[in-house]
């Protein structure tokens, strides 16, 4: 099993940034596909970014050149780097894992965290 737990959320202005981290404990990071979704009330939950064993990095068009993900292997631990914010950003944001499969699909992990809160307003 692997345990991820989301944190970095929080209240941010339109424009600024945010840097959201996903930590897990019992395995290693670097073993599995990563990705981090996002939630807004009332609608489905969609992919943002994935990052692959082999460090290979994708993004929805709606946040590429603004997001980056990143994993830091001695850490154990994954990143979003949020920059650029807007309001439709807002959105409860979970990090995804998978030893084997990668994609834009929320069927695609098997393990999942509980999400961090991310409010873009002025």
């Known amino acids: 099993q692997v345990q991820l737990v989301e944190s970095g959320g929080g209240l941010v202005q339109p424009g600024g940034s945010l840097r959201l981290s996903c930590s897990a404990s019992g395995r290693t990071l670097s073993d599995y596909n990563m990705a981090w979704f996002r939630q807004a009330p009332g609608k489905e939950r969609e992919f943002a970014a994935a990052l692959s064993r082999s460090g290979v990095a994708s993004y929805a068009g709606s946040v590429r050149g603004r997001f980056t993900i990143s994993r830091d292997n001695a850490k154990n631990t994954v990143y979003l780097q949020m920059s650029g914010l807007k309001p439709e950003d807002s959105a409860l944001y979970y990090c995804?894992?998978?030893?084997?499969?990668?994609?834009?699909?929320?069927?695609?992990?098997?393990?999942w965290g509980q999400g961090t809160q991310v409010t873009v307003s002025s």
């Open positions: 995804a894992a998978d030893r084997g499969r990668i994609g834009v699909s929320v069927g695609s992990y098997d393990y």
